[in-house]
């Protein structure tokens, strides 16, 4: 313990000094809320002494570097490690390192972590949540559910208005949207305008938020099978992060605030997504794309950093490409200056002209058709959700067949 903390005498304690009032804890437990950091510091002393130090993308992510210059990763979720290196014989020394200090039950290569499926490919790696999805249909009743092609209905308006739920449907509805959520987070990026928009009526939603979200998780059965493949390819002269920026613009009928939507790959393999809306109200549709822009430079410089406990470059040097369908917003990044229909833009987004010429990264335009994050932004057609959900590497292994596994 970091401190002195006392605790009543547990039923059943023989109480020898009849003046103690209590006991001195000397080591932490469970329940204080001391525990999480008093473990976390420990974990840090024990990768430290084997020479370890934690990504400053990260601090879960602890990396060495070897003597032949790769590197070993080691991954840490809450008491679950994950060991990646070059040999078997680093992995099999940092393991070992690990018990010397912890009780630890050794499963072998990794199959699964927090609910994801991780499937060795020829070509790369395959994650999926086809299991987890089924324990979702089952927990919410929808097992039999008729399937859905598409997460959202094309022209959907969530709106705070309508029947509101009561007693334990609320409940019902939070847990609903945060099943959905961990799915988005994890493996599937098709989810992200969907639950982005629902989850903003947890306190208080309705009987038609409720029946769009009991339509996601339809959808969520039809694409059980959907799966994330990463299949990094390093190629000379590419940059190494590749990312797509959208707004759509006032497409909250609410408050009329935009929805910004980015996603990056890294070595061509899908890494980063994300779905959210504008914290202030654009005046064009210019303005709606120059904000999501910087939300998306925000996540490329984290990015960059991530970059270097996988490979073996300084942040400087690792390329990025930014691409947006915004003729407009994109000469405002790159040609900065104060005008009558900027200048009232807030400070922080211009975040992005400042990378732009620091030279961080590239901006370039690509056609509205190309632009993959457009299924970030809001509800598109069948059509549109596939063909980009498939660039992005989600597909069905079982309708395009099971690559052989490696």
């Known amino acids: 313990m970091d401190r002195v903390l006392y605790i009543s005498f547990p039923e059943g304690w023989e109480q020898q000094d009849p003046k103690a009032t209590g006991l001195l804890v000397r080591k932490g437990l469970y329940g204080f809320k001391q525990s999480a950091r008093l473990w976390w510091l420990d974990v840090v002393a024990k990768l430290s002494a084997l020479d370890f130090t934690h990504s400053d993308a990260d601090w879960g992510i602890f990396v060495r570097i070897e003597p032949d210059g790769s590197r070993t990763i080691v991954f840490v979720y809450v008491d679950d490690f994950l060991i990646a290196g070059k040999t078997q014989k680093i992995i099999d020394s940092v393991r070992n390192g690990l018990k010397a200090s912890y009780k630890m039950t050794d499963i072998g290569a990794v199959s699964s972590v927090l609910g994801v499926k991780i499937q060795k490919l020829d070509h790369g790696y395959a994650l999926s949540q086809g299991h987890y999805i089924d324990t979702v249909l089952e927990r919410f009743g929808m097992t039999d559910c008729r399937p859905e092609s598409t997460p959202i209905a094309v022209g959907t308006k969530l709106v705070p208005e309508g029947v509101f739920l009561k007693g334990d449907k609320i409940g019902y509805y939070q847990a609903l949207i945060g099943s959905l959520m961990w799915l988005y987070l994890c493996t599937r990026l098709d989810f992200a305008f969907g639950v982005s928009a629902l989850s903003r009526f947890c306190s208080a939603p309705t009987e038609e938020h409720l029946k769009y979200a009991l339509r996601m998780l339809r959808y969520a059965k039809a694409t059980r099978d959907f799966a994330l493949v990463l299949a990094p390819v390093k190629v000379d002269g590419e940059p190494e ?53 910087t939300e998306a430079a925000k996540d490329a410089i984290w990015l960059r950093t991530a970059v270097l406990a996988y490979d073996q470059v300084s942040p400087d040097t690792v390329s990025i490409l930014l691409n947006g369908d915004n003729q407009g917003s994109l000469a405002l990044a790159q040609n900065p200056g104060w005008h009558r229909r900027t200048k009232h833009i807030g400070l922080r987004y211009h975040f992005i002209r400042w990378q732009v010429e620091e030279g961080a990264l590239k901006l370039e335009y690509i056609g509205t058709s190309d632009q993959l994050a457009d299924i970030f932004t809001k509800a598109t057609p069948a059509h549109v959700l596939v063909k980009h959900r498939t660039s992005l590497g989600l597909i069905d292994l079982h309708t395009n067949g099971t690559p052989r596994a490696g």
């Open 241 to 293: 992060l590749v990312g797509y920026s959208d707004a759509d613009w006032a497409g909250n009928v609410e408050d009329r605030k935009s929805q910004s939507g980015y996603v990056f790959k890294l070595y061509g393999a899908t890494v980063s997504w994300g779905s959210l809306r504008q914290q202030c109200v654009s005046l064009s549709s210019v303005e709606s794309e120059y904000v999501a822009l």
